[in-house]
């Protein structure tokens, strides 16, 4: 059974950072596809940012491109999620996910159905 525990959410002014964890217990992180996924109020769960282990390249959300970053500590089965030059619209749970379902170098699941493991999700808030 994969569990999924993400750490690190809070609250910060606009135009600071925070640093999202997820380790994953149950799995080897690096033969998953693993994902940081957010839902505000009243707004779908959309990808973030996202990792491939079959060959397709990272891929990040436009409106995070360039400010996030997803990492991932093999060492420590630990998915992280560098968060830089926060803006109030990036307020909401933050979850991590993960699917077993890798695919080849073409293959980049980004819709939360595709995700069978997640998180219990973790609060960021921008405060303007």
């Known amino acids: 059974q994969v569990q999924l525990q993400e750490s690190g959410g809070g609250s910060v002014q606009a135009g600071g950072s925070l640093r999202l964890s997820c380790a994953a217990h149950g799995a080897t992180a690096r033969s998953y596809c693993m994902a940081w996924f957010r839902q505000a109020p009243g707004s779908e769960r959309e990808a973030v940012a996202a990792i491939f282990p079959g060959g397709a390249p990272t891929y990040y959300a436009d409106s995070v491109n360039g400010r996030f970053t997803i990492s991932q500590d093999n060492a420590n089965n630990t998915l992280y999620l560098r968060m830089d030059t926060l803006k109030p619209e990036d307020t909401a749970v933050y979850y991590c996910?993960?699917?077993?379902?890798?695919?080849?170098?073409?293959?980049?699941?980004?819709?939360?159905?595709?995700?069978?493991?997640w998180g219990q999700g973790t609060q960021v808030t921008v405060s303007s």
């Open positions: 996910a993960a699917t077993s379902s890798v695919g080849g170098r073409y293959y980049r699941p980004l819709r939360p159905v595709q995700y069978n493991y």
